[in-house]
């Protein structure tokens, strides 16, 4: 119980496996580093924290890791192009969550084209 409340065990824990984040002590699950580890660890978490999907520095770390969670981006950020370049590189099919003005954007198109070839690569024999 007590290793719970330990934030250094915590942030171990959420590195390893951001799904750990929901056996964190109730404070915890508020501290700003703890959120960003789950996040940098498990992008999908992000639809835990409704209160920070405007928060660019978290996006970013969440895109980063999983890019549909593009998803759950305010308009603000769905139209910001670094959020919109580091979800559509980690994976193409976060180009339907872009405002239309970066689903336009050739740069935008060539990131998401070199995920698409990351993938291609990986499923080769």
């Given amino acids: 119980e007590a290793f719970r409340a330990d934030r250094a ?16 002590w109730a404070p915890l699950r508020y501290d700003r580093e703890v959120i ?3 996040v940098g660890q498990s992008g999908s ?9 405007h928060d660019r520095e978290v996006f970013l770390a969440a ?19 670094e959020v919109v370049l580091a979800a559509v590189q980690q994976d ?4 339907e969550f872009a405002l239309v003005a970066l689903r336009r954007d050739t740069e935008v198109w060539a990131a998401a084209g ?10 080769v024999p």
């Fill in 9 to 24: 065990v915590v942030l171990t824990a959420v590195r390893q496996s951001g799904h750990a984040w929901i056996h964190v």
């Fill in 36 to 38: 960003l580890a789950v």
């Fill in 45 to 53: 978490m992000l639809n835990s924290f409704s209160w920070l999907w």
């Fill in 63 to 81: 895109v980063k890791q999983d890019g549909g969670a593009l998803a759950f981006a305010s308009a603000v950020l769905r139209e910001d192009r």
């Fill in 92 to 95: 193409w099919r976060a180009i």
């Fill in 114 to 123: 070199s995920s698409v070839f990351s993938l291609a690569q990986l499923s």
